[in-house]
């Protein structure tokens, strides 16, 4: 299919704002497959093109006012870990809720609401980024799993509520990519063995699951609204 056909199927070219876009991450790589059939416009924290905090609802506001995106694909989270019994994890668990969670709904939330005052564009596609972790349990990971856990149905809620009035409102729940800057993270805080999926001891392709997320968003169904799809090659 040619540039000129995609864009064609299109529309024109949709803006699609990713919010996550650390250099390297899968976010960064989302909006690289994203190429020419989007103009595209990557935000997330200090050194990323956009200033965006998902924590800051005034922030969020203005950031979709100025780009109006017929797309958002939400990668931001945290990654903090615990054991149960540690001072911190509290604190972590309000931490990560308020990122995973909040924030991530926080954004769709606000875009609906900016969705009926503004005439000029039409909202298509909200993607959050989840994890397998939302079913695996991982020692030492409870925030992580569980706010992972919340996020996933959260995105499941808010796709039956406006189901055929909006938007299409899915998820992903992949496995450890691997190479990206929280893989890096976590293999320095729990060592290099974190994944078991078959056929993949380093974790995923983070470019191939880019191209997925890019190609449902080119050829949209109907049927996606309310997936969580899991793409983490079978991980038990």
Same mark, same amino acid.
């Given at each position: 299919m040619t540039n000129d056909k995609v @864009? $064609?199927? =299109?529309?024109?070219? #949709? /803006?699609? =704002?990713?919010?996550? $876009? /650390? #250099?390297?991450?899968?976010?960064? /790589? !989302? $909006?690289?497959? $994203?190429?020419?059939? &989007? @103009?595209? &416009?990557?935000?997330?924290? %200090? #050194? @990323? +093109?956009?200033?965006?905090d998902v924590r800051d609802q005034r922030m969020i506001e203005r950031v979709l006012e100025e780009v109006l995106p017929h797309h958002i694909v939400v990668t931001a989270g945290l990654n903090l870990s615990a054991e149960t019994s540690h001072v911190d994890y509290p604190y972590l668990m309000r931490e990560s809720f308020e990122v995973n969670v909040i924030g991530v709904m926080d954004v769709l939330g606000a875009w609906l609401r900016l969705a009926r005052e503004v005439d000029q564009y039409q909202p298509k596609t909200f993607v959050a980024i989840s994890s397998n972790s939302a079913h695996i349990a991982r020692r030492n990971s409870g925030p992580y799993c569980a706010t992972k856990a919340a996020l996933s149905m959260a995105i499941r809620v808010a796709a039956r509520e406006i189901a055929g009035k909006g938007p299409l409102v899915y998820g992903y729940e992949p496995g450890l990519l691997e190479g990206t800057p929280m893989t890096k993270s976590t293999s320095a805080r729990f060592g290099p063995i974190?994944?078991?999926?078959?056929?993949? +001891?380093?974790? =995923?392709? +983070?470019? @191939?699951?880019?191209?997925?997320?890019?190609?449902? =968003? !080119?050829?949209? %169904?109907?049927?996606?609204n309310g997936s969580l799809l899991r793409l983490d090659g079978g991980e038990q």
């Open positions: @864009e $064609a199927a =299109l529309y024109g070219r #949709d /803006r699609l =704002l990713v919010i996550g $876009a /650390r #250099d390297g991450s899968l976010g960064d /790589r !989302i $909006a690289q497959a $994203a190429g020419i059939p &989007f @103009e595209t &416009f990557g935000a997330g924290m %200090s #050194d @990323e +093109p956009m200033l965006l974190q994944t078991r999926i078959p056929g993949a +001891p380093d974790g =995923l392709d +983070p470019d @191939e699951m880019a191209k997925t997320v890019v190609q449902n =968003l !080119i050829y949209p %169904s109907r049927g996606l």
